[in-house]
């Protein structure tokens, strides 16, 4: 786990992005337990942040982020949908990076997968109608051959 909050110089040049410059101002100081608020009330908008953070950043506050997935399956007073939609997106944000920027899974990816794996086999938990074709297991196989392919494992 990455203990340390990233700092502003960690943030590169984040004015010059209107995404990352959305990102700074809403994760920018926070650490684990006030970002736990803030997955609650907004994951959505946490979700997008995630997405356009610099590497070092996103490390601290991708971690973050699933460990908080992890957190929602028994966190109590949390909507059956908000738990679906934070395993999804944490999902979702995985298969994003191994597309588009691997480079910034490779410090993290097998604490990643461990999460992954571990909501993928508890799918049900999170509310994710494997019905309607979301499953999980089928989609850490094609992360697995998606890192291996970018050797980040």
């Not at 984040?14 to 995404?19: A, F, G, N, R, S």
């Not at 994951?43 to 356009?52: A, K, N, S």
């Not at 395993?87 to 588009?100: C, D, M, R, T, Y």
Request: hydrophobic share 40%.
């Amino acid at each position: 786990m990455i203990d340390k909050i990233p700092t502003e110089s960690d943030w590169e040049n984040y004015q010059e992005d209107i995404d990352c410059l959305e990102a700074y101002n809403l994760f920018e100081g926070k650490d684990t337990n006030s970002l736990t608020s803030l997955f609650v009330e907004s994951v959505g908008r946490c979700i997008d942040g995630l997405h356009f953070m610099p590497t070092k950043v996103f490390h601290y506050y991708g971690l973050a982020f699933a460990n908080y997935v992890k957190l929602a399956e028994t966190l109590r007073g949390l909507q059956n949908e908000d738990r679906a939609k934070a395993a999804e997106g944490l999902f979702s944000l995985v298969e994003n990076k191994l597309h588009i920027a691997p480079a910034d899974l490779v410090a993290i990816y097998p604490e990643l997968i461990k999460t992954l794996n571990y909501v993928a086999q508890h799918q049900a938990n999170y509310f994710v109608d494997h019905h309607k074709g979301v499953d999980f297991k089928s989609r850490l196989v094609i992360f697995n051959a998606l890192a291996k392919e970018s050797h980040i494992i």
